[in-house]
């Protein structure tokens, strides 16, 4: 079951520091039926998970912002998984508005989004999504607390800001590869093959 809190915080709804926020969607547990309810609360919105997913990897976290079906403002997956080079690895994948604050949360960053000007540098890493090829660049965690245990990049993909956040830092290797994130909203029977559960990233 999907439980409500504030998207900028772990703080109850409505928060009284961040007023005015839609509500953060998380489940207790990363489960198949919990995944389908969030799915049909984000139905008009993009939930984005790297396809195919490798062997021991699951998805051990999701979350959507938003009133309503209707409303959706934002979506978050996180697998988890381990690789040779890193140890355990999460990887999250947020797509949201402008001004939602979720990946800004996820990052660790000072600001809700990336801002227009990471355009400006050499693109750090791309991903495929569908027929669409979506850069992505660096963005710094430098005034986090913790800063060196995640790597960010962010990007544009179908007029929202796309966040992937990698942890442990190191990890940003892996998207040197062809990777490819699917929007999994309207996948249908595939989704049971997917394996969920596992232990839940702090954000």
Same mark, same amino acid.
């Given at each position: 079951?999907?439980?409500?809190?504030?998207?900028?915080?772990?703080?109850?709804?409505?928060?009284?520091?961040?007023?005015?926020?839609?509500?953060?969607?998380?489940?207790?547990?990363?489960?198949?039926?919990?995944?389908?309810?969030?799915?049909?609360?984000?139905?008009?919105?993009?939930?984005?998970?790297?396809?195919?997913?490798?062997?021991?990897?699951?998805?051990?976290?999701?979350?959507? $912002?938003?009133?309503? !079906? &209707?409303? =959706?403002?934002?979506? *978050?997956?996180?697998?988890?998984?381990? #690789?040779?080079? /890193?140890? @355990?690895?999460? $990887?999250?994948?947020? !797509? &949201?508005? =402008?001004?939602?604050? *979720?990946?800004?949360?996820?990052?660790? #960053?000072?600001? /809700?989004? @990336?801002?227009?000007?990471?355009?400006?540098?050499?693109?750090?890493?791309?991903?495929?999504?569908?027929?669409?090829?979506?850069?992505?660049? /660096?963005?710094?965690?430098?005034?986090?607390?913790?800063?060196?245990?995640?790597?960010?990049?962010?990007?544009?993909?179908?007029?929202?800001?796309?966040?992937?956040?990698?942890?442990?830092?190191?990890?940003?290797?892996?998207?040197?590869?062809?990777?490819?994130?699917?929007?999994?909203?309207?996948?249908?029977?595939?989704?049971?093959?997917?394996?969920?559960?596992?232990?839940?990233?702090?954000?």
């Amino acid at each position: 079951m999907l439980q409500a809190s504030c998207v900028r915080c772990s703080g109850p709804v409505p928060c009284p520091d961040h007023e005015g926020s839609a509500p953060l969607w998380r489940p207790e547990e990363a489960t198949y039926e919990a995944f389908a309810e969030h799915l049909a609360a984000t139905r008009q919105f993009p939930t984005y998970l790297p396809w195919p997913m490798g062997p021991g990897w699951s998805v051990t976290d999701f979350a959507a $912002v938003g009133d309503g !079906a &209707e409303r =959706a403002r934002a979506t *978050l997956t996180c697998v988890s998984g381990t #690789t040779e080079l /890193d140890g @355990p690895v999460d $990887v999250l994948v947020v !797509a &949201e508005e =402008a001004g939602t604050g *979720l990946g800004g949360r996820c990052a660790a #960053t000072r600001y /809700d989004d @990336p801002g227009a000007e990471i355009a400006l540098r050499v693109p750090t890493a791309r991903v495929r999504i569908g027929s669409q090829q979506v850069s992505l660049w /660096d963005v710094s965690t430098s005034t986090a607390d913790g800063e060196f245990d995640r790597s960010v990049v962010a990007g544009e993909a179908g007029g929202r800001w796309l966040w992937i956040v990698l942890r442990p830092a190191s990890a940003l290797l892996m998207l040197r590869d062809d990777w490819i994130l699917r929007d999994v909203s309207r996948v249908g029977p595939e989704l049971v093959e997917v394996p969920f559960g596992g232990p839940r990233p702090a954000w």
